[in-house]
Nanobody
Framework: QVQLVESGGGLVQAGGSLRLSCAAS????????MGWFRQTPGKEREFLAA????????RYADSVKGRFTISRDNARNMGYLQMNSLKPEDTATYYC????????????????WGQGTQVTVTS
């Protein structure tokens, strides 16, 4: 079982930056690929980014490519999402997720989810 806890959300003006963190309970966090998703009311959860176990390869949705950067620190059991050039349409609840399979992250069916953190971008 992997428990994930996000932090770092908040209120930011358009053009600003935030860094989200994801703390994993599992000491073998390095055995899991991890990713970030977001969701707004009435919409499906949207894949944003994923990173493989060792951190050497990443994937991004077109909507955030060039603005968001996913990273991880396996020694600290932490994952991160650096978000730059934020736009009002980035307003959502952001979730981190983990799975032993990167594929499951890419098809939005990871085995483990965090509880979410709210990001609000004002114009």
């Amino acid at each position: 079982q992997v428990q994930l806890v996000e932090s770092g959300g908040g209120l930011v003006q358009a053009g600003g930056s935030l860094r989200l963190s994801c703390a994993a309970s599992e000491r073998t966090f390095s055995n899991y690929a991890m990713g970030w998703f977001r969701q707004t009311p009435g919409k499906e959860r949207e894949f944003l980014a994923a990173i493989i176990r060792g951190g050497g390869s990443t994937r991004y949705a077109d909507s955030v490519k060039g603005r968001f950067t996913i990273s991880r620190d396996n020694a600290r059991n932490m994952g991160y999402l650096q978000m730059n050039s934020l736009k009002p349409e980035d307003t959502a609840t952001y979730y981190c997720a983990a799975d032993q399979s990167l594929h499951n992250l890419l098809i939005r069916t990871p085995g483990y989810w965090g509880q979410g953190t709210q990001v609000t971008v004002t114009s």
